[in-house]
């Protein structure tokens, strides 16, 4: 069965210095998600992406964050000047099409990133 | 901003029990979804409902509409339920963005 596979899996950093985080989508799916989960919390809603540009943003997404989709199947998140408030688990999801209200979204296996 | 509460936050069930967990949201949505996440980490898709209700093997989801309020069932649960259970909601506002619960931490005993 496919799956959205992420890399790495986890991912040490100092702070200030520029994270980048990778997911390889379903390959038919068109419609991507990035979210976070910091430890003991809910997931929180990062960025939604579609025909290569954001959808729909959270407060949370600010200057420090970029996504794109480089070559056509990578889609990446980008954290360009770490802060200890970055340390969390991200997880990329990937939803076939954005024309059907219930379509499910698909996660991948999440990244955890500790910012030291 | 949709406020979407679980309850309860952690449930304790024997083997074989049906158990219910609960969520609410306090403003209109498209679609819900209940997830899955194991021990370690990761998150599985269980059902998305934007009305009435559906069925998975011993998973059940229902959604009220009209009372903002949708629930999952498990029938004959089995130790490897145990898991956390998250509600997320898509609501009419803001387009794809989506809206998370806290969770429901399951332990079911043998």
């Known amino acids: 069965e496919p799956e959205v596979t992420q890399t790495p899996s986890h991912q040490v950093t100092q702070m200030g210095q520029e994270v980048i985080l990778r997911c390889v989508p379903i390959?038919?799916?068109?419609?991507f998600y990035w979210y976070r989960q910091i430890l003991g919390q809910k997931v929180e809603f990062l960025v939604s992406?579609?025909?290569?540009?954001?959808?729909?943003k959270s407060e949370i997404f600010d200057d420090q964050f970029s996504v794109e989709r480089p070559d056509g199947s990578n889609f990446t998140l980008k954290i360009r000047s770490t802060k200890l408030e970055d340390s969390a688990m991200y997880f990329c999801?990937?939803?076939?099409?954005?024309?059907?209200?219930?379509?499910?979204?698909?996660f991948g296996p999440g990244t955890r990133l500790t910012v030291l | 901003k949709n406020e979407v509460e679980q309850s309860p936050q952690n449930l304790t069930a024997q083997e074989g029990e049906f158990i219910t967990i609960n969520c609410s949201y306090s403003?209109?949505?498209?679609?819900l979804h209940w997830l899955q996440q194991h021990p370690g980490g990761g998150i599985v898709s269980l059902f998305m409902?934007?009305?009435g209700k559906k069925k998975h093997g011993r998973l059940i989801a229902t959604i009220n509409i009209q009372e903002k309020h949708s629930s999952l069932h498990i029938t004959a649960s089995h130790p490897r339920d145990s898991a956390v259970y998250i509600c997320?909601?898509?609501?009419?506002?803001?387009?794809?963005?989506?809206?998370f619960g806290t969770g429901t931490s399951l332990t079911v005993i043998p």
């Open positions: 997320a909601v898509k609501d009419d506002n803001t387009g794809n963005q989506f809206y």
């Open positions: 409902l934007s009305s």
């Open positions: 390959s038919n799916h068109l419609y």
């Open positions: 999801a990937t939803v076939r099409d954005r024309g059907r209200i219930d379509n499910e979204q698909f």
């Open positions: 992406f579609y025909n290569n540009e954001i959808s729909e």
């Open positions: 403003v209109g949505i498209s679609a």
